[in-house]
């Protein structure tokens, strides 16, 4: 398959991912908040594992560039969620959740799947084992994004189809920002340890502000560190062996 | 001069530094609840920053790296089960009784100990990896003290005593750092297995003892900023050095 096509369809993999989040909605109309922590804290582990993956090939491009990328990538995502209104997404407040509450966890998810869309692009310049590696733990991160948009959306009557495709629409501009990051990278090549920088920056940035202080709202702290640094252990597993 | 000595006065020299963590009280009997929270994510980023570097150090068996990763999780989450301390909150400023103050000296004293283990085992692998390791400690031991100072103060302990106190705590350190490069260089086939738990001690005593207290401290955004940046300044500073 050609390179570009590849990146495209693994952007589009992450995106379908999404969409899994609204499949347990077709058992149960809600689901716990516990459930959904672990989902957070398992998704907060592979996310910093792959970061930590994009740490390490940007250095071997280029240390600085790889900081001022990873503080811009922290940068872009602070601005998006000041943009969008700080629109902390709680798996506790769901119900009586209104249309303003579905429109912006919709629109929180799309805004901040832009940067995860850059990772996929610009982890290609570090080889097609990196990006498939980010793409998985960005695939993983998707699902409880999904879980979350369905959360809000199924309470207030919409069916598990448009849940699913609600969920899906949110994390489009993966494939769409995945191609750009990678020609970029590619055709600029001093671009590329401020690609990966910012990527992995984006992502820990994440993890720190949305995953691990949602996790921790609903399960206990024993749980979440095993769950969050296991899961992480896994990914630089499969890192050092691919 | 000896590796082994250069390890005692390093890991000496970054428990000693934890002193300088009273120096935020000086004059004030309180510090913001605020800038406690940042204290911790400061040393929560620079200690996943260190786990981060002793995962990736290259040439090491994955496989044994991992098991030991998974063995310093499960060691952590043991500790604190063992001690009663798995739901400790360590940073309580009002009116506590001694049997409190006991176990947060516990707590910190089993913390010193995987940091000691950090700094052993990274002065096996080269010594200007362990130097920065120990530094990034010495670094990160003073925000640690300025917290445990301010639970003190609040007790209207001394200053010189909070200072004693946060040496003390961090002595563990010391013997553990030596303790761990003797026997990596007596037997260096261990080397894997210990980069490894160091990691794993690292990775989860940040979730479970840092990260939890500092969000409720000074709110998502805040903590996640500071908490990324330490982390991606310390991944890189010592990606570089290695």
């Known amino acids: ?10 952007g589009l993999i992450t995106a379908l991912a999404t969409g899994l989040g609204a499949v347990p909605f077709a058992f149960v109309k809600r689901i716990s908040g516990r459930t959904a922590a672990l989902a957070n804290a398992l998704a907060a582990g592979l996310m910093l594992g792959a970061s930590f993956g994009l740490l390490a090939e940007g250095s071997r491009h280029g240390a600085p560039q790889t900081i001022l990328g990873a503080n811009v990538g922290l940068l872009f995502v602070l601005l998006a ?22 429109l912006l966890i919709v629109l929180v998810m799309t ?46 009557g919409t069916s598990v189809l448009a849940c699913a495709g609600w969920s899906v629409f949110s994390s489009l501009p993966q494939p769409l920002m995945a191609v750009p990051a990678y020609l970029l990278v590619e055709t600029i090549h001093p671009a590329l340890p401020y690609g990966i920088g910012f990527a992995a920056g984006a992502m820990v940035f994440m993890v720190f502000l949305e995953l691990l202080p949602e996790a921790f709202e609903d399960a206990p702290r024993w749980l979440i560190g095993i769950l969050t640094s296991g899961s992480m252990t896994v990914m630089l597993l499969f890192q050092r062996i691919l | 001069m000896h590796p082994a000595i250069v390890t005692l006065l390093a890991s000496s020299a970054a428990a000693t530094a934890s002193a ?8 004030r009997a309180r510090v913001p609840e605020r800038w406690i929270g940042w204290a911790n994510a400061l040393a929560g980023g620079m200690m996943f920053g260190t786990a981060f570097a002793l995962g990736a150090v290259e040439g090491e068996a994955a496989v044994p790296a991992a098991i030991g990763t998974l063995v310093g999780i499960l060691f952590i989450a043991w500790t604190h089960a063992a001690t009663g301390t798995e739901d400790l909150s360590l940073n309580r400023l009002g009116e506590t009784g001694p049997e409190y103050g006991y176990r947060v000296a516990l707590v910190q004293t089993l913390h010193a100990g995987s940091e000691g283990i950090a700094i052993g085992a990274a002065m096996t692998v ?3 990896f362990g130097l920065f390791t120990a530094a990034t400690m010495a670094v990160h031991n003073i925000p640690e003290v300025t917290v445990l100072a301010a639970v003190q103060r609040s007790r209207s302990v001394s200053l010189a005593t909070a200072a004693l106190t946060g040496v003390a705590t961090n002595v563990p350190q010391v013997f553990v750092a030596v303790a761990t490069y003797a026997i990596v260089s007596a037997a260096p086939g261990t080397l894997s297995w210990v980069l490894g738990l160091a990691t794993g001690m690292l990775a989860n005593l940040v979730l479970v003892e840092l990260l939890p207290e500092s969000y409720r401290q000074a709110g998502h955004t805040s903590i996640a900023v500071v908490a990324s940046a330490a982390l991606a300044m310390v991944a890189l500073l010592i990606g570089w050095v290695g």
């Not at chain 1, 969620?81 to 579905?102: C, L």
């Open chain 1, 111 to 156: 805004v901040h799947s832009f940067s995860e869309g850059v990772a996929v692009g610009a982890a290609f310049g570090g080889g097609t084992e990196l990006a498939f590696l980010i793409t998985v733990a960005i695939a993983v991160h998707n699902v409880p994004e999904g879980l979350a948009i369905s959360a809000v959306l199924r309470p207030e």
């Open chain 1, 1 to 10: 398959m050609h390179q570009i096509l590849l990146v495209g369809f693994y």
């Open chain 1, 81 to 102: 969620h000041r943009w969008i209104g700080h629109g902390d997404v709680s798996f506790g407040e769901v119900t009586g959740a209104g249309a303003r509450r579905m």
């Open chain 2, 126 to 128: 080269d010594l200007p």
């Open chain 2, 20 to 27: 300088l963590g009273v120096l935020p009280l000086v004059g």
